[in-house]
């Protein structure tokens, strides 16, 4: 979508009180769909819970893929919800506690000799909470002795003030998960052994029990963090209400989240700029290779705001009044131009998730020189003419570069 045609659905929309369509019923089916996003958000976050508490009492290679496999489904349903993000403060205040990338990981626990110890941007960088049962952070001795949500919700998340110690949210259970991708730009996500959460001489790189104290502390995090969200976009909750009282400021929400998520924050920060780098540090679900999926579902989210309807992950199909109506009901080539610049982008961006599950990764894209990879990874992002610097500009490291 170009920011010309975002601006005119926003003119026609806002300039045009008396249309067929009903606002007040676009913007309850908007808060119905993020109520269920948010819902099945929780939902699988809660699966992932309880298949991290089956590795932590009986780890193996089974319960670590069972883990790995939960938390590729959690990233399903809650990608499809940043499009609520920018358009929403209740939301992009919350949204660092849940997708914070990307992280100094040597803030948390081991990471490869190449990655480096603290640097003057931050102090904590190699701080390795996980091997660390005491520390000073900012001056003040911290007992770390018990790793629980609280501790790292209130002492270690953002630590320093600074946004590059990410300490919660899916991008940390992933790296719990996976551990560092060391392959660069060739195939393959990180390769974190299941003995890192073994007992006794089974465990690999020690302090496997506080490991696993993180990961649960971390996972139980992302579930108390959703329940919070899923309250905002319930009736009488504030996200619903602050939209409800107020037509005009919510539909221009609406597309505040739709245009900035997809110009400045995917088509951008999280393709053009990692494109023109060749750095797989900029990935976004590096740890696990799972970036083609991110990017995929991030766009069916705007379409998804767009069109009006949500497929929950139990089938069942939440839709009503969009704006695409409220658009047709002004302007039919408008909507029809803006429902095939959707589509096709979907198309791309569905071309790209094919070919990574086929077997050319997202970072294997980036790398200089594929030029099949370039055309996959440009066709499913706008070009802008600069790619817009999100507030978060930490790296997921393969090493310090």
Known sequence: ??????????????????????????????ADIAEAAYGDSLITAQALVDAVDALIAEPSADTMQAARTAW???????????AYRFGNPIVDDWEGKLNAWPLDEGLIDYVDASYGGATDENAAAALNVIANPTFTLSGT????????PEFLAETLHEADGNEAN???????????????DLNGTKHGPGARDWTDYASGDDCTNDNCDRRG??????????????EYMVAQWAEGGAARSTLTGNEDGAISAML???????????????????????????EHDCFSDNTHNSHYYDGLGIQNVYLGAYARTDGTLVTGPSLSDLVAAENADLDAEMQLNLSTTMRKL??????????????????????????LVMGGGERPDRPDQDHRTRRCHLGRG
């Open 350 to 375: 569905g071309q790209m998730k094919t070919a990574a599950e086929a077997g050319m990764s997202y970072d294997q894209m980036m790398a200089r020189g594929n030029k099949g990879g370039e055309a």
């Open 72 to 82: 590729l489904a959690a990233r399903v349903p809650y990608q499809q919800t940043e």
């Open 166 to 180: 990410v300490a919660s949210g899916y991008h940390a259970v992933e790296f719990l998960l996976w551990g560092q």
């Open 141 to 148: 001795e911290v007992d770390a002795s018990t790793i629980t």
């Open 256 to 282: 505040t989240g739709m245009g900035s998520l997809s110009y400045g924050e995917l088509a951008g920060e999280r393709m053009r700029l990692g494109l023109m780098l060749n750095d797989p540090e900029e």
């Open 1 to 30: 979508m170009t920011r010309s045609l975002m601006t005119s659905v926003l003119a026609l929309t806002l300039a045009s009180p008396a249309l067929a369509v009903e606002k007040a019923d676009v913007i309850d089916t908007y």
């Open 213 to 226: 104290q993180y990961l649960k502390a971390a996972a139980d995090l992302i579930v108390s963090d959703l």
